[in-house]
């Protein structure tokens, strides 16, 4: 079956908006309602220009970099491009209206010495996994990621199992947590007794973003290697950022030659059974561990 072309459907629902405002009479009543159906067709218009100057296609996906990569993924017009925006130094364009984000928007958050890679993608609705929203090209983004950070707003979060759905429908095998924004607007005791696997934040206020950094640093399962020259101190100010389960091999292969010879490895930290442990290639490490290479 061939696939509907996206500025023709766009232009269908400009009409049917238009008919929708002609066929409601106008009062005090109605203003609003007909308000609203005034900016989703500017939205439309506008997501029409962008798609004619784009040649139809979004801008999937942007070369990966740092240490990790996470994608955001979530309904029009919840929050994420003001929490991308506040999380790292991109510039997402921010407005009140659904499907502002036209592209995949990277930034990078700089946390506990860590680069990681985000991804603002855009809205998904009910049914991308069959395509609705251009939902299949959406969700094809997140394969190649490590984590993805699923948004909802704090009043929509019945929205959360059908997406969820989505996700699976489409196979999506990676790590997820559920970010809930505009937390402001709930009690803390309901977030306690109610929302016990969720992360809640207010992304315009900025509130939760160190807990949700911290998340995001535990699911990834990134951990920090401190390097030590021999008879001086570690630098700690640039740790090596490696993965949970990896080992000293894993060290020497991302920071020397291969021809290099090593006499020598020194251990301090949280995997030593003392310090200045002698080890071998493939001890296990864990996270803030300090080596000394000779």
């Known amino acids: 079956m061939k696939k509907p072309d996206l500025a023709q459907t766009i232009a269908d629902k400009i009409s049917r908006l238009e008919e929708e405002i002609r066929k409601t009479p106008y009062h005090k009543g109605t203003e609003h309602h007909i308000g609203r159906l005034r900016a989703k067709i500017s939205n439309l218009k506008n997501r029409e220009e962008q798609i004619k100057k784009s040649g139809g296609h979004f801008g999937f996906v942007p070369k990966k970099e740092g240490d990790a990569t996470v994608v955001l993924i979530g309904p029009p017009s919840v929050g994420k491009s003001t929490l991308l925006r506040n999380l790292t130094e991109a510039q997402s364009r921010v407005e009140a209206w659904p499907f502002t984000t036209l592209t995949v928007i990277p930034g990078m958050l700089d946390y506990q010495g860590a680069k990681i890679q985000i991804f603002d993608l855009p809205g998904i609705i009910k049914g991308a996994s069959v395509g609705l929203g251009r939902g299949k090209e959406v969700i094809s983004a997140t394969r190649s990621a490590d984590l ?104 020497i292969e991302k920071t020397f030659p291969l021809d290099k010879k090593i006499q020598q490895i020194l251990l301090w930290g949280p995997s030593a059974r003392f310090p200045r442990q002698q080890v071998s290639k493939d001890h296990p490490l864990e996270d803030e561990d300090i080596l000394s290479f000779s």
Request: no cysteine.
């Open 148 to 251: 993805l950070l699923l948004m909802v707003e704090v009043k929509n979060q019945n929205q959360i199992p059908s997406l969820l759905k989505e996700l699976k429908r489409a196979a999506v095998n990676i790590p997820i947590i559920v970010v809930v924004n505009k937390a402001d607007l709930i009690s803390d005791l309901d977030k306690k007794e109610k929302n016990q696997d969720k992360i809640f934040i207010s992304a315009e206020k900025e509130i939760g973003l160190e807990e949700l950094k911290n998340a995001v640093w535990q699911k990834l399962g990134l951990m920090r290697i401190y390097l030590k020259p021999k008879d001086q101190q570690p630098n700690l100010q640039e740790p090596l950022i490696l993965k949970k389960g990896q080992t000293i091999k894993d060290v």
